[in-house]
């Protein structure tokens, strides 16, 4: 596998289901990023990890909760999700050196349906 | 606050015709600049981007884009569209140094093509 990968491509939950969104990345990077894509509207960015250290929350609702365990794999766990959390899912990663961020590279998404 | 704008929700050309998609952001110094392209259904991969140095970019799949500080633009061309040109159109604007992976995205231009 090359780039960034996402797992599953597309999933379809009730709302009191708990699921997860998977992202691996195969470039080395250090820094992980989740984004929402919403119909109609400019892409979200909900968090971001450096070194797999939390660095951005942008606002995400509680039921959204993120985990990186290594700078390779991100995890974002769903739990009691609304359907306007309906949206497509995007993992990123890129290079951050001295603070500075280098090119983001995206995975495929996930569509994600709530009903 | 920062803010990126593309004018243009829906451009419709023909093939072989040039291509001109808008890109406007709001910043106080020199962002880090980029044009990303969205096929349905996929992630964004990213055509061509702006760090600093000579204004003018060039980018994958024939793509070019010129940076003009006066007029806080960013836009993207092509001399002659093909049909697999067809998709949506993402600029993204990193703040100065980048720091922290904050992209700002415009909200993109859907770009359809006719035979």
């Known amino acids: 596998e090359t780039g960034v990968t996402q797992t599953p491509r597309h999933l379809v939950m009730g709302m009191t289901n708990k699921k997860s969104l998977k992202c691996e990345q195969h470039?080395?990077?250090?820094?992980m990023y989740w984004y929402k894509q919403s119909a109609k509207k400019p892409l979200e960015l909900m968090f971001v990890y450096n070194f797999k250290e939390q660095t951005e929350n942008n606002s995400v609702p509680s039921r959204f909760s993120p985990e990186c365990p290594n700078s390779s794999h991100l995890f974002l766990h769903l739990h009691t999700l609304q359907p306007e959390d309906s949206a497509l899912y995007l993992c990123?990663?890129?290079?951050?050196?001295?603070?500075?961020?280098?090119?983001?590279?995206f995975g495929p998404g996930t569509r994600l349906t709530v009903l | 606050a920062q803010s990126v704008t593309q004018p243009d929700i829906h451009i419709t050309v023909s093939e072989g015709a040039s291509l001109e998609l808008r890109c406007n952001y709001s910043?106080?110094?020199?962002?880090?600049l980029f044009w990303y392209v969205q096929s349905p259904g996929q992630g964004l991969q990213l055509l061509l981007k702006y760090f600093s140095g000579d204004t003018l970019v060039q980018g994958i799949k024939g793509f070019e884009a010129e940076f003009k500080r006066s007029q806080s633009s960013f836009n993207l061309r092509k001399p002659s569209v093909h049909w697999s040109d067809a998709a949506e159109y993402f600029c993204a604007v990193g703040p100065g140094g980048y720091q922290g992976g904050k992209l700002i995205f415009g909200q993109g231009t859907e770009l359809s093509v006719k035979p």
């Open positions: 910043y106080g110094a020199t962002p880090y």
């Open positions: 990123a990663s890129s290079q951050i050196s001295q603070g500075r961020t280098d090119t983001q590279y």
């Open positions: 470039l080395g990077h250090n820094a």
